[in-house]
């Protein structure tokens, strides 16, 4: 195969053991405001800690995050998912958008995370203490959580330098294995590349109707720290292939991403492209993985 280059195969995952919970809040009345508040709220905004309304993707899936970074609540009445915290400053923010859709933040049952840099997972400390909250993750990504800082061999190291309160990981999580509460699941896979510990997720998040099939794939973007050659760093190179190939393979009806930005989310709310898009997460990827090679193709040219 020549270089700079990844077939996406059809081959993938799959989910093995279940993580159940089972517990009752007392109450389940999930009520999102109109999709049209957060897009008045998050016009010409995208600030990672602009306040935002909630709002319901599919199924029991909701947006409660920010303008500018993604936090997803996975509802049911036997308790809830949360993916990500936005930064610490943020943390708030989330509280009370949950609490707006009429639920009990202390019913959440597991904390997730896209990748452990600040603007994503800042918050998930005080999360974790407001919920009560086991937080699960692959193990690459649990020692990022514990260890609050970015790792000395991440790209971007000495370009997001913010420190994260560390984070206690209760469960350690396999590749493929899958969270259960009520009737929702949430898968874990591995797509390493924007940090070591990436994690994509794929979910089936069901209300009383229907059941959303939604994959949250992580940043697939490829930002450095000043001087930092990826071409110098082949086992890098080669573990961002294999993550993006991933990513375009995973059940993709409907995407959205850490920044929503980067998947248009906001657009698509809007109506001016199909919210669903079966072929949106194997785009996501090949775009991605397009500016990685040219960014590889540069290194080599200045060299």
Not at 67 to 95: K, N
């Amino acid at each position: 195969m020549p270089m700079g280059r990844v077939m996406f195969g059809k081959a993938l995952l799959v989910l093995p053991a279940l993580l159940l919970v089972s517990a009752s809040p007392t109450h389940f009345t999930p009520t999102a405001p109109p999709v049209t508040q957060l897009l008045k709220a998050c016009d010409q905004k995208d600030g990672w800690a602009d306040p935002a309304p909630p709002a319901r993707i599919d199924g029991q899936v909701y947006y409660v995050g920010t303008c500018g970074i993604t936090v997803l609540l996975i509802a049911s009445p036997q308790g809830h998912i949360l993916i990500d915290s936005s930064p610490a400053e943020a943390a708030p923010l989330v509280l009370a958008n949950i609490r707006r859709l009429g639920l009990d933040p202390r019913d959440v049952k597991w904390l997730l995370a896209s990748h452990a840099h600040f603007d994503h997972v800042g918050g998930m400390a005080a999360l974790q203490f407001a919920t009560g909250a086991q937080v699960a993750a692959l193990p690459a990504q649990a020692r990022e959580l514990e260890s609050g800082t970015v790792a000395s061999d991440d790209p971007q190291f000495g370009l997001i330098d913010h420190g994260i309160r560390t984070v206690k990981v209760t469960r350690l999580l396999r590749d493929g294995e899958t969270i259960r509460v009520g009737l929702n699941r949430i898968t874990p896979i591995a797509t390493p590349g924007h940090t070591r510990g990436s994690t994509s997720w794929v979910i089936r998040g069901c209300g009383a109707r229907n059941c959303a099939a939604i994959v949250y794939a992580d940043s697939a973007s490829t930002p450095a720290a000043d001087g930092y050659r990826f071409s110098d760093h082949p086992a890098w190179v080669a573990q961002y292939r294999r993550g993006v190939a991933r990513i375009a393979v995973l059940p993709c009806s409907l995407l959205v991403t850490p920044h929503p930005g980067q998947s248009a989310l906001f657009e698509r709310f809007a109506g001016d492209a199909p919210l669903a898009d079966k072929e949106g997460c194997k785009r996501y990827a090949e775009s991605s993985l397009a500016k990685f090679e040219e960014r590889l193709a540069k290194e080599r040219s200045a060299k």
